[in-house]
């Protein structure tokens, strides 16, 4: 900053851009410094230039402090100057004018004050401090331990020598070249903190925490360092909990999922040798689920425990297992040269799994469905190679399990065709691609239509008919079941009411309801608004549920099949003699129907086996107050076989297949056209 003053008034002949800005001036040119500056008066500035005209000698301020207004007025603000005024000659010698040269070094000053503040308080930390104490000159390497900085390492006083080397020669050879970056990055200014571990006395290693500040000299640099050392032993061993709570499962004390995909995207990162492939194994236990209800949790964690071992004893050092879910187990190979050597670490895995396991009075079968994919045959990311290695275990799953299944490019286009089904499938119901097909389910002894089961169907628009078995799941898995339930229930309401009103005569027509429609919050009352705003009976729609809705009855579930019940609202076991359900989940759920699988009624006639599984069920049912309905009849000795051994009601091809809503209707006609009065037609579908 420069500026010039002439004349005996000092008037500003000259001024530089920077002298404005830092003196707060705006049209100084032409005008007295008085004039210009008031606010400096007693500041000390105009007594400099006073001094300077009688002295004719210059005057040199260094970090003057003044106060300044903003051009635009406004409150002081306080500045730090560094001034130099020289005074200018006239011919005759006396002075006619003064040379300034200004600096602002108001941040120079504040740093350095605040530094002055900041190793005040650190010196007054340190005094009071439990911890030990220490000083380094950096110019001599010397260092000052406190008595408790040695005591902290089990020394004496005199056990230590007071130098940089005895410091660097206790540091753990893991951590030396951190903790001499660390220190040589403080000499550069950067603040010093550092964590490392220390030999102590008994040759174990203590983890401190050392801090410091610098005292430095503007002129010579830092001149010494003064700070702290913690003992922060304790907080690793939290912080070494904590880490290990978050990457390892605390049942089987393996990897967890998020560690597994750190060591996945590591080794990704560090590559695989020439023609060497990396393999994962996604290992899923089949029939877990069922152990675990029926022998009980603690059972299902010991099975667990024992499945991680086992696994644990198949594998060889620098491959990875990890637990990534319940009963999931996902296992990475670093180095394959081939599928082969993968397929047989698989046979051993698959192996280790199907030999009983003793879970202390109890015997638990289980076994394992395996998916497996390569890098980088399949994949080149770790999203992928997992995405892929889920497809590869499902196919495995759907193929019967206790299998091993490797990725194919067939099972990423089935993906794909699956999301493809899953964003068509939300403009369905919009689009009036969707209807209901209605399958007759009749009194077996008569051959009276007394009910029907609701069948959805979806006719997309270029794919034509999509099975159900394909687009019911996908709708589960995306959330729209609910929305199409609504209305498929709303859809068989309307349709329901008609037919009843048109013939007089109570007919029911069952909907099957998913698990996720269960969970759903207020999935009762939805049943029973719709009901009502047709005028239906609640016992005119039977809600149909597979044994799995029972044996994995959440209280949600629970509860909305107890509202069921409470409200009048029947209820059908679907396919039973396939799953595993309790005879007491039976009675408590209060179920009205039990439909015996298809695949024992089409070996009736051939399979005595069939004859007597299905001869149980009736009399069990009967006994529990509950009506049967066989499916999949398609021949008369199955109707026959069945009258004899007391079966209630049937559907099947033998008296129709699914229709549409208007051949249903000609189904029903037909029906009321040929009945003819019986002592055991039964006057109501509907138990009492």
Request: some cysteine.
């Amino acid at each position: 900053m420069t500026a010039i003053l002439q004349g005996p008034e000092l008037v500003y002949e000259v001024v530089n851009r920077a002298y404005r800005k830092g003196l707060r001036g705006q049209k100084l040119i032409g005008r007295p410094y008085k004039e210009a500056h008031p606010e400096l008066e007693n500041q000390g500035f105009f007594d400099d230039l006073d001094t300077v005209v009688a002295s004719g000698a210059a005057v040199v301020g260094r970090e003057r402090r003044i106060l300044l207004r903003d051009p635009d007025g406004g409150e002081l603000n306080e500045a730090y100057i560094d001034f130099v005024f020289q005074p200018l000659f006239a011919p005759d010698g006396a002075v006619s004018g003064i040379f300034i040269q200004a600096n602002d070094v108001t941040t120079k000053v504040r740093a350095k004050r605040a530094l002055e503040r900041s190793n005040e308080r650190w010196k007054l930390a340190v005094e009071d401090a439990r911890d030990g104490v220490w000083e380094w000159n950096p110019q001599t390497d010397d260092v000052m331990f406190s008595r408790r900085w040695k005591e902290m390492l089990g020394y004496h006083a005199n056990e230590i020598a007071n130098t940089m080397a005895e410091w660097e020669s206790r540091v753990h050879p893991d951590d030396h070249t951190r903790f001499a970056h660390e220190r040589q990055a403080s000499v550069a200014g950067h603040p010093y903190h550092s964590e490392h571990r220390l030999r102590c006395k008994d040759g174990s290693w203590k983890w401190v925490l050392a801090r410091a500040v610098i005292v430095d000299d503007c002129e010579a640099g830092p001149t010494r360092m003064t700070g702290t050392l913690s003992d922060i032993s304790q907080k690793k061993e939290w912080e070494e909990q904590i880490w290990r709570h978050a990457n390892f499962d605390a049942l089987t004390g393996l990897p967890n999922r998020r560690l597994f995909r750190e060591h996945l995207r590591q080794e990704l990162e560090k590559g695989s040798p020439a023609g060497a492939r990396l393999a994962i194994m996604y290992i899923d236990l089949d029939y877990f689920k069922q152990v675990n209800d029926l022998l009980g949790h603690d059972a299902g964690d010991l099975l667990l425990t024992l499945a991680g071992r086992r696994l644990t004893a198949c594998i060889k050092e620098g491959e990875f297992l990890a637990r990534v879910g319940g009963d999931e187990f996902f296992l990475l190979i670093p180095e394959v040269a081939g599928p082969a050597d993968v397929e047989r670490l698989a046979g051993n895995v698959v192996h280790a799994l199907t030999t009983p396991f003793h879970l202390e009075a109890e015997v638990a079968h289980v076994s394992a469905s395996i998916g497996i994919t390569l890098y980088p045959d399949d994949a080149t990311t770790s999203e992928g190679l997992i995405r892929n290695a889920d497809q590869a275990m499902y196919a495995a799953k759907r193929s019967g399990r206790n299998q091993v299944h490797f990725f194919t490019a067939s099972m990423r286009d089935e993906a794909q065709r699956r999301v493809q089904l899953g964003r068509d499938l939300r403009h369905a119901i919009a689009g009036r691609q969707l209807e209901v097909h209605y399958q007759p389910i009749v009194h077996l002894a008569s051959g009276k239509i007394l009910k029907a089961e609701a069948l959805l169907r979806w006719n997309h628009p270029e794919l034509g008919r999509v099975a159900p078995s394909l687009f019911i799941p996908i709708a589960e898995e995306t959330g729209l079941i609910n929305a199409i339930g609504d209305w498929v229930m709303n859809e068989v309401a309307s349709w329901l009411s008609g037919w009843m009103t048109r013939t007089g005569r109570a007919l029911q027509v069952s909907v099957n309801r998913s698990p996720v429609q269960l969970l759903a919050s207020g999935s009762t009352e939805a049943v029973l608004r719709t009901a009502a705003s047709f005028h239906l009976p609640p016992n005119s729609i039977v809600l149909e549920i597979t044994e799995g809705v029972l044996l994995n009855a959440t209280p949600v579930v629970a509860n909305a099949l107890l509202q069921c019940r409470d409200a009048g609202i029947q209820v059908a076991l679907d396919d039973f003699g396939t799953g595993y359900s309790s005879m007491a989940y039976l009675k408590k759920f209060d179920i009205d129907f039990l439909k015996i699988d298809r695949s024992f009624v089409q070996d009736l006639e051939t399979d005595p086996g069939s004859l007597a599984i299905a001869e149980s069920i009736v009399m069990m049912a009967h006994r529990l107050d509950m009506k049967v309905i066989a499916e999949g009849i398609e021949s008369a000795g199955q109707r026959e076989i069945l009258v004899r051994a007391g079966c209630d009601l049937g559907q099947g091809y033998l008296f129709s297949k699914p229709v549409p809503v208007d051949e249903f209707e000609r189904l029903l006609e037909e029906n009321a056209r040929h009945e003819h009065p019986r002592d055991d037609f039964p006057a109501s579908p509907f138990r009492a």
